[in-house]
């Protein structure tokens, strides 16, 4: 309810609210990990990006936080991992290096803005407000498909 009285308003929500609405309301699922999953599944379809998501225990990954994630790289034949910035003050990347996985960090800064609902502009918001006000042109607001 509370994202329907939000954007209700929004330039492209009638069109996209059944795809979330059906995920919120008919999940038979029981681990966030799964419904989230389900999420990404939606938002890739409606932004157009057609990177495989995996779960992780289908690749039998070794114990150790910075190791697993050396190892998840390493077994999808990554080269090279980005990161979100909080990860600096925790992240192994010397192990990654190690392998000749280059890491980068993501930089969040420099979006370009796009039609919200309330002015002023508000970088801190989810993927679907941007889906809901911009609709088909969303993916044109990702730094992805800007390379």
């Known amino acids: 309810n509370s994202i329907s009285m939000s954007y209700a308003r929004a330039a492209y929500f009638k069109q996209y609210r059944s795809n979330f609405e059906e995920l919120y309301l008919n999940s038979a699922e029981t681990h966030l990990s799964r419904i989230n999953y ?9 932004l157009g990006i057609n990177t495989k998501l995996m ?5 039998n990954l070794v114990e150790g936080k910075s190791e697993r994630l050396v190892d998840l790289c390493k077994k999808v034949g ?3 991992y980005i990161s979100g ?3 600096k ?4 990347t010397d192990l990654l ?5 280059k890491v980068s960090w993501m930089d969040y800064s420099g979006y370009p803005e796009y039609r919200q609902l ?13 889906i809901f006000n911009e ?6 607001f990702l730094k992805s498909f800007n390379k």
Request: proline share 8%; hydrophobic share 40%.
């Open 85 to 87: 910035p909080a990860a």
């Open 118 to 130: 309330y002015p002023p502009f508000e970088h801190g918001v989810s993927v679907l407000d941007l």
């Open 38 to 46: 389900d999420f990404f599944v939606v938002i890739n379809e409606i």
């Open 55 to 59: 779960w992780s225990n289908e690749l």
């Open 78 to 80: 990554a080269e090279e």
């Open 97 to 101: 290096e190690k392998e000749k996985i």
């Open 89 to 92: 003050d925790y992240l192994q």
């Open 135 to 140: 609709g088909p042109d969303a993916s044109r």
